[in-house]
T-cell receptor
Framework: DADVTQTPRNRITKTGKRIMLECSQT?????MYWYRQDPGLGLRLIYY???????NKGEISDGYSVSRQAQAKFSLSLESAIPNQTALYFC?????????????FGPGTRLTVL | QKEVEQNSGPLSVPEGAIASLNCTYS??????FFWYRQYSGKSPELIMF????GDKEDGRFTAQLNKASQYVSLLIRDSQPSDSATYLC???????????FGKGTTLSVSS
């Protein structure tokens, strides 16, 4: 089984709809992250959480919110989706014991907002 | 805004050759450096990480770091068609709170 899972894997929605993307991990990592990837723009950090009670905005948090329900679960919400939020979304995790160590990515969610 | 720069490519090499991928970064206080491989439509996969100046080898891959020049590279020896992918360079910021990614270099290995 994959260490980091994301649901759904693909989603098509309409402008103005509320969308939640979910991430679960079995790696036992404390730190979790949400990124989006757009062609030509690379990976950009949306939110990150170093533990359940520590949530921080990343580079591009406007229009997004997150919830860390447990150590293993980190959800990303788009309160009112807009077409320029069409992108590939990745969840990632890292081990706090490796303070500036590697991050491990989930399989991604391809989101299309019409 | 701290930046990580990579040549977008494509970098084309024949099978069996050495592929050399380069990356520069702007945050002089960066502490750790990573190379990820990403196939089209898939998630980034960690290949190498390096923390200290010099070379680090793992199989066909060698990461090279020069902090004075703010330069990190990835060498792939005996390149295979399966190495064809986009390679992302990533650097932790000095505060250790965010991993900054380059936009990636596309590598094409021809058989």
């Amino acid at each position: 089984d994959a260490d980091v899972t994301q649901t759904p894997r693909n989603r098509i929605t309409k402008t103005g709809k509320r969308i939640m993307l979910e991430c679960s991990q079995t790696k036992g990592h404390d730190r979790m992250y949400w990124y989006r990837q757009d062609p030509g723009l690379g990976l950009r950090l949306i939110y990150y959480s170093f533990d359940v009670k520590d949530i921080n905005k990343g580079e591009i948090s406007d229009g997004y919110s997150v919830s860390r329900q447990a150590q293993a679960k980190f959800s990303l919400s788009l309160e009112s989706a807009i077409p320029n939020q069409t992108a590939l979304y990745f969840c990632a995790t890292s081990d706090r014991r490796a303070d500036v160590g590697p991050q491990y990515f989930g399989p991604g969610t391809r989101l299309t907002v019409l | 805004q701290k930046e990580v720069e990579q040549n977008s490519g494509p970098l084309s090499v024949p099978e069996g050759a050495i592929a050399s991928l380069n990356c520069t970064y702007s945050d002089r206080g960066s502490q750790s450096f990573f190379w990820y491989r990403q196939y089209s439509g898939k998630s980034p996969e960690l290949i190498m990480f390096i923390y200290s100046n010099g070379d680090k080898e793992d199989g066909r891959f060698t990461a090279q770091l020069n902090k004075a020049s703010q330069y990190v590279s990835l060498l792939i020896r005996d390149s295979q068609p399966s190495d064809s992918a986009t390679y992302l360079c990533a650097v932790f910021n000095q505060a250790g709170t965010a991993l900054i990614f380059g936009k990636g270099t596309t590598l094409s290995v021809s058989s």
